[in-house]
Protein backbone atom coordinates (compact mmCIF):
# COMPACT_ATOMS: atom_id res chain seq x y z
CA UNK A 1 0.00 0.00 0.00
CA UNK A 2 2.77 2.25 0.92
CA UNK A 3 4.07 1.91 -2.98
CA UNK A 4 1.06 4.02 -4.02
CA UNK A 5 2.02 6.81 -1.39
CA UNK A 6 2.17 10.28 -3.51
CA UNK A 7 5.19 11.79 -2.81
CA UNK A 8 4.09 15.17 -4.71
CA UNK A 9 4.68 17.97 -2.39
CA UNK A 10 2.24 19.88 -4.46
CA UNK A 11 -2.08 19.52 -3.77
CA UNK A 12 -5.11 20.27 -6.31
CA UNK A 13 -8.28 22.24 -5.26
CA UNK A 14 -10.25 20.73 -7.90
CA UNK A 15 -13.22 23.06 -6.85
CA UNK A 16 -12.14 25.21 -9.65
CA UNK A 17 -13.30 24.01 -13.14
CA UNK A 18 -14.31 27.05 -15.24
CA UNK A 19 -13.48 28.47 -18.36
CA UNK A 20 -10.88 31.12 -18.49
CA UNK A 21 -13.51 33.47 -19.24
CA UNK A 22 -15.65 32.67 -16.19
CA UNK A 23 -12.55 32.84 -13.73
CA UNK A 24 -12.01 36.39 -14.88
CA UNK A 25 -15.48 37.30 -14.41
CA UNK A 26 -15.12 35.15 -10.39
CA UNK A 27 -12.04 37.49 -10.27
CA UNK A 28 -13.23 40.75 -10.47
CA UNK A 29 -16.59 39.70 -8.80
CA UNK A 30 -14.22 38.20 -5.78
CA UNK A 31 -11.45 41.01 -5.57
CA UNK A 32 -14.48 43.62 -5.33
CA UNK A 33 -16.20 41.36 -2.78
CA UNK A 34 -12.86 41.58 -0.88
CA UNK A 35 -12.18 44.96 -1.35
CA UNK A 36 -15.59 45.24 0.51
CA UNK A 37 -14.76 43.26 3.54
CA UNK A 38 -11.85 45.34 4.02
CA UNK A 39 -13.25 48.63 3.97
CA UNK A 40 -16.10 47.25 6.09
CA UNK A 41 -14.07 45.58 8.52
CA UNK A 42 -11.07 48.45 8.92
CA UNK A 43 -13.71 51.51 8.91
CA UNK A 44 -15.65 49.62 12.57
CA UNK A 45 -12.08 48.90 13.69
CA UNK A 46 -10.66 52.31 13.53
CA UNK A 47 -13.69 54.10 14.46
CA UNK A 48 -13.86 51.88 17.86
CA UNK A 49 -10.41 52.04 17.96
CA UNK A 50 -10.59 56.08 17.71
CA UNK A 51 -13.40 56.77 19.68
CA UNK A 52 -13.47 56.49 23.51
CA UNK A 53 -16.98 57.12 23.80
CA UNK A 54 -17.08 53.63 21.87
CA UNK A 55 -14.13 51.74 24.18
CA UNK A 56 -17.34 49.57 26.23
CA UNK A 57 -17.83 45.64 26.04
CA UNK A 58 -19.98 45.80 23.13
CA UNK A 59 -17.90 47.66 20.81
CA UNK A 60 -14.80 46.51 21.91
CA UNK A 61 -15.94 42.56 21.22
CA UNK A 62 -17.52 44.05 17.91
CA UNK A 63 -13.52 45.24 17.43
CA UNK A 64 -12.53 42.07 18.01
CA UNK A 65 -15.64 40.30 15.50
CA UNK A 66 -14.71 42.70 12.83
CA UNK A 67 -10.59 41.87 13.13
CA UNK A 68 -11.31 37.94 13.09
CA UNK A 69 -13.03 38.52 10.12
CA UNK A 70 -10.05 40.29 8.41
CA UNK A 71 -8.10 37.42 9.67
CA UNK A 72 -9.86 34.94 8.71
CA UNK A 73 -10.80 36.17 5.18
CA UNK A 74 -6.74 36.64 4.73
CA UNK A 75 -6.46 32.90 5.04
CA UNK A 76 -8.89 32.24 1.73
CA UNK A 77 -8.97 35.52 -0.70
CA UNK A 78 -5.20 36.26 -1.53
CA UNK A 79 -4.63 32.67 -2.30
CA UNK A 80 -8.29 31.98 -4.30
CA UNK A 81 -7.82 35.14 -6.43
CA UNK A 82 -4.67 33.86 -7.21
CA UNK A 83 -5.67 30.30 -8.11
CA UNK A 84 -8.45 32.22 -10.47
CA UNK A 85 -5.45 33.20 -13.06
CA UNK A 86 -3.50 30.14 -12.45
CA UNK A 87 -2.89 26.56 -11.86
CA UNK A 88 -5.11 25.82 -8.36
CA UNK A 89 -2.29 24.38 -6.87
CA UNK A 90 -0.91 24.35 -3.42
CA UNK A 91 2.16 22.92 -1.17
CA UNK A 92 0.96 20.17 1.69
CA UNK A 93 2.59 23.19 4.02
CA UNK A 94 0.32 26.02 2.82
CA UNK A 95 -2.35 23.56 2.36
CA UNK A 96 -2.19 22.80 6.47
CA UNK A 97 -1.22 26.71 6.76
CA UNK A 98 -4.67 27.78 5.21
CA UNK A 99 -6.91 25.14 6.83
CA UNK A 100 -5.34 26.41 10.23
CA UNK A 101 -6.38 29.74 9.98
CA UNK A 102 -9.51 29.56 8.57
CA UNK A 103 -10.33 27.04 11.16
CA UNK A 104 -9.38 29.30 14.50
CA UNK A 105 -11.34 31.89 12.49
CA UNK A 106 -14.26 30.32 12.58
CA UNK A 107 -14.32 28.85 16.14
CA UNK A 108 -12.89 32.76 17.33
CA UNK A 109 -15.94 34.06 15.64
CA UNK A 110 -18.16 31.58 17.52
CA UNK A 111 -16.52 32.08 20.94
CA UNK A 112 -16.42 35.81 20.11
CA UNK A 113 -20.51 35.80 19.40
CA UNK A 114 -21.09 34.00 23.20
CA UNK A 115 -19.43 36.60 24.66
CA UNK A 116 -20.86 39.36 22.88
CA UNK A 117 -24.73 37.27 23.92
CA UNK A 118 -23.27 36.88 27.58
CA UNK A 119 -22.23 40.61 27.54
CA UNK A 120 -25.97 41.53 26.28
CA UNK A 121 -27.73 39.00 28.93
CA UNK A 122 -25.83 40.59 31.66
CA UNK A 123 -26.66 44.16 30.69
CA UNK A 124 -30.39 43.63 29.49
CA UNK A 125 -31.62 41.16 32.25
CA UNK A 126 -28.77 42.34 35.06
CA UNK A 127 -28.04 46.07 34.20
CA UNK A 128 -27.41 47.28 38.16
CA UNK A 129 -24.20 44.98 38.38
CA UNK A 130 -23.36 45.27 34.49
CA UNK A 131 -20.22 47.00 35.49
CA UNK A 132 -19.43 45.20 38.53
CA UNK A 133 -19.22 42.25 36.40
CA UNK A 134 -18.11 43.53 33.22
CA UNK A 135 -14.75 45.31 34.44
CA UNK A 136 -11.49 45.44 32.56
CA UNK A 137 -9.86 42.10 33.93
CA UNK A 138 -13.04 39.86 33.09
CA UNK A 139 -13.19 41.87 29.48
CA UNK A 140 -9.70 41.22 28.72
CA UNK A 141 -9.94 37.56 29.88
CA UNK A 142 -12.56 36.96 27.67
CA UNK A 143 -10.85 38.40 24.90
CA UNK A 144 -7.88 36.71 25.36
CA UNK A 145 -9.61 32.96 25.70
CA UNK A 146 -11.85 33.47 22.97
CA UNK A 147 -8.36 33.83 20.38
CA UNK A 148 -5.86 31.42 22.46
CA UNK A 149 -8.74 28.70 22.85
CA UNK A 150 -9.46 28.77 19.35
CA UNK A 151 -5.79 28.84 18.31
CA UNK A 152 -5.03 25.94 20.79
CA UNK A 153 -7.61 23.62 19.53
CA UNK A 154 -6.80 23.95 15.97
CA UNK A 155 -3.32 23.90 16.50
CA UNK A 156 -3.42 20.71 17.64
CA UNK A 157 -5.64 19.44 15.20
CA UNK A 158 -3.39 20.16 12.64
CA UNK A 159 -0.69 19.14 14.55
CA UNK A 160 -2.32 15.59 14.37
CA UNK A 161 -2.15 14.88 10.82
CA UNK A 162 1.50 17.03 10.19
CA UNK A 163 3.62 14.69 8.27
CA UNK A 164 0.70 11.81 7.73
CA UNK A 165 1.35 9.85 4.21
CA UNK A 166 -0.99 10.40 1.37
CA UNK A 167 -2.45 8.55 -1.27
CA UNK A 168 -4.25 11.38 -2.90
CA UNK A 169 -3.65 14.58 -4.14
CA UNK A 170 -6.61 16.05 -4.94
CA UNK A 171 -8.94 18.22 -2.73
CA UNK A 172 -12.56 18.53 -3.88
CA UNK A 173 -12.80 22.45 -2.61
CA UNK A 174 -11.71 25.24 -3.71
CA UNK A 175 -9.55 25.92 -0.15
CA UNK A 176 -8.16 23.44 1.64
CA UNK A 177 -9.34 21.92 5.33
CA UNK A 178 -7.80 19.38 7.63
CA UNK A 179 -10.83 17.26 6.92
CA UNK A 180 -10.03 16.98 3.05
CA UNK A 181 -6.30 16.15 4.07
CA UNK A 182 -7.53 13.43 6.27
CA UNK A 183 -9.72 11.73 3.84
CA UNK A 184 -6.67 11.71 1.45
CA UNK A 185 -4.02 9.86 3.99
CA UNK A 186 -3.39 6.47 3.38
CA UNK A 187 -4.21 5.34 7.34
CA UNK A 188 -6.71 6.80 9.54
CA UNK A 189 -5.02 9.17 11.74
CA UNK A 190 -7.24 8.21 15.12
CA UNK A 191 -5.39 11.00 17.24
CA UNK A 192 -7.12 13.15 14.51
CA UNK A 193 -10.65 11.57 14.93
CA UNK A 194 -10.52 12.34 18.74
CA UNK A 195 -9.43 16.33 18.53
CA UNK A 196 -11.58 16.69 15.76
CA UNK A 197 -14.72 15.63 17.84
CA UNK A 198 -13.65 16.92 20.38
CA UNK A 199 -13.56 20.29 19.48
CA UNK A 200 -17.12 20.05 17.52
CA UNK A 201 -18.67 19.06 20.64
CA UNK A 202 -16.90 21.98 22.47
CA UNK A 203 -17.99 24.34 20.22
CA UNK A 204 -21.22 23.42 20.15
CA UNK A 205 -21.66 23.62 23.65
CA UNK A 206 -21.01 27.65 22.80
CA UNK A 207 -23.99 27.25 20.49
CA UNK A 208 -26.34 25.81 23.28
CA UNK A 209 -25.29 28.60 25.71
CA UNK A 210 -26.18 31.00 23.18
CA UNK A 211 -29.22 29.64 22.53
CA UNK A 212 -29.73 29.44 26.51
CA UNK A 213 -29.07 32.91 26.76
CA UNK A 214 -31.16 34.30 23.85
CA UNK A 215 -33.96 32.37 25.87
CA UNK A 216 -33.03 34.10 29.49
CA UNK A 217 -33.34 37.21 27.43
CA UNK A 218 -36.25 36.67 25.61
CA UNK A 219 -37.92 35.11 28.59
CA UNK A 220 -36.81 38.45 30.55
CA UNK A 221 -37.86 40.93 27.66
CA UNK A 222 -41.18 39.90 27.42
CA UNK A 223 -41.83 41.80 30.56
CA UNK A 224 -40.39 45.29 30.22
CA UNK A 225 -40.79 47.37 27.58
CA UNK A 226 -37.37 49.17 28.51
CA UNK A 227 -36.12 46.06 27.97
CA UNK A 228 -37.55 45.56 24.32
CA UNK A 229 -36.03 48.67 23.63
CA UNK A 230 -32.69 47.46 24.69
CA UNK A 231 -32.94 44.30 23.07
CA UNK A 232 -34.19 45.53 19.76
CA UNK A 233 -30.86 48.07 19.52
CA UNK A 234 -28.53 45.91 20.70
CA UNK A 235 -29.31 42.31 19.99
CA UNK A 236 -30.91 42.27 16.79
CA UNK A 237 -27.53 42.47 14.85
CA UNK A 238 -26.07 39.87 17.04
CA UNK A 239 -29.11 37.48 16.36
CA UNK A 240 -28.67 38.10 12.71
CA UNK A 241 -25.17 37.81 13.03
CA UNK A 242 -25.41 34.37 14.67
CA UNK A 243 -28.09 32.97 12.92
CA UNK A 244 -25.93 33.68 9.55
CA UNK A 245 -23.05 32.80 11.06
CA UNK A 246 -23.99 29.12 12.39
CA UNK A 247 -26.46 28.72 9.45
CA UNK A 248 -22.89 28.73 7.09
CA UNK A 249 -20.98 26.64 9.05
CA UNK A 250 -23.22 23.94 9.75
CA UNK A 251 -24.38 24.01 5.97
CA UNK A 252 -20.65 23.44 5.58
CA UNK A 253 -19.89 21.24 8.11
CA UNK A 254 -22.69 18.89 7.15
CA UNK A 255 -22.26 18.92 3.65
CA UNK A 256 -18.27 18.25 4.39
CA UNK A 257 -18.73 15.12 6.15
CA UNK A 258 -22.24 13.69 5.03
CA UNK A 259 -23.07 15.27 1.73
CA UNK A 260 -23.32 13.81 -1.74
CA UNK A 261 -20.82 14.67 -4.61
CA UNK A 262 -23.50 14.30 -6.93
CA UNK A 263 -24.79 17.94 -6.42
CA UNK A 264 -23.31 20.47 -9.10
CA UNK A 265 -19.59 22.01 -8.34
CA UNK A 266 -20.55 25.49 -7.86
CA UNK A 267 -23.28 24.79 -5.42
CA UNK A 268 -20.75 23.02 -3.72
CA UNK A 269 -18.04 26.02 -3.85
CA UNK A 270 -21.40 28.14 -2.62
CA UNK A 271 -21.74 25.88 -0.01
CA UNK A 272 -17.82 26.00 1.17
CA UNK A 273 -17.22 29.55 0.73
CA UNK A 274 -20.77 30.97 2.40
CA UNK A 275 -18.93 31.12 5.74
CA UNK A 276 -15.90 33.48 4.02
CA UNK A 277 -18.30 35.59 2.23
CA UNK A 278 -21.40 36.46 3.76
CA UNK A 279 -21.02 36.68 7.88
CA UNK A 280 -17.55 39.18 6.95
CA UNK A 281 -19.72 41.67 5.11
CA UNK A 282 -22.72 41.38 7.17
CA UNK A 283 -21.15 42.05 10.51
CA UNK A 284 -19.48 45.60 10.02
CA UNK A 285 -22.75 46.75 7.81
CA UNK A 286 -25.07 45.44 9.98
CA UNK A 287 -23.72 47.09 12.97
CA UNK A 288 -22.59 49.97 11.41
CA UNK A 289 -26.30 50.85 10.51
CA UNK A 290 -28.05 49.22 13.49
CA UNK A 291 -25.99 50.87 16.07
CA UNK A 292 -26.73 54.32 17.03
CA UNK A 293 -23.19 55.59 17.69
CA UNK A 294 -21.30 53.50 15.42
CA UNK A 295 -23.74 54.91 12.45
CA UNK A 296 -23.78 58.39 13.96
CA UNK A 297 -20.04 58.09 14.13
CA UNK A 298 -20.01 57.23 10.74
CA UNK A 299 -22.27 59.70 9.15
CA UNK A 300 -19.80 62.41 10.99
CA UNK A 301 -16.49 61.11 9.09
CA UNK A 302 -18.81 61.27 5.77
CA UNK A 303 -20.16 64.99 6.32
CA UNK A 304 -16.55 66.07 7.81
CA UNK A 305 -15.24 65.05 4.43
CA UNK A 306 -17.87 66.52 2.47
CA UNK A 307 -17.22 70.08 4.25
CA UNK A 308 -13.37 69.84 4.01
CA UNK A 309 -14.22 69.37 -0.08
CA UNK A 310 -16.75 71.77 -0.32
CA UNK A 311 -14.34 74.47 1.59
CA UNK A 312 -11.48 73.28 -0.78
CA UNK A 313 -13.54 74.19 -4.15
CA UNK A 314 -14.90 77.68 -2.17
CA UNK A 315 -11.22 78.53 -1.40
CA UNK A 316 -10.02 77.13 -4.93
CA UNK A 317 -12.74 79.22 -6.55
CA UNK A 318 -11.36 82.34 -4.64
CA UNK A 319 -7.91 82.01 -5.20
CA UNK A 320 -8.48 81.35 -8.94
Given at each position: ??????????????????????????????????????????????????????????????????INGLYGTVGFYPKFLLDLLSSPVIS??????????????????????????????????????????????????????????????????????????????HINKIYCVNWMVVQLACTTPKANYV????????????????????????????????????????????????????????????????????????????????????????????????????RNRILSLFHTTRKDVKCQEQTFHIT?
Amino acid sequence: MMDNVSALPLLTLSGITHTLEQRIILFLLSLLWYLVILLGNVVVVCIIIMDKSLHEPMYIFLCNLCINGLYGTVGFYPKFLLDLLSSPVISYAECLLQGFVIHSSTCSDLSILAIMAYDRYVAICRPLVYHSIMTKQRISAFLFFSWFIPLFCMFMNTASILGVPLCGSHINKIYCVNWMVVQLACTTPKANYVIAYFNILFYFLHAVFIFLTYMCLIRSCLSSQEKRGKFMQTCVPHLISLITFIAAILLDLLYMRFGSTDLPQDLQNFMAIEILVIPPVMNPFIYGFRLTKIRNRILSLFHTTRKDVKCQEQTFHITG
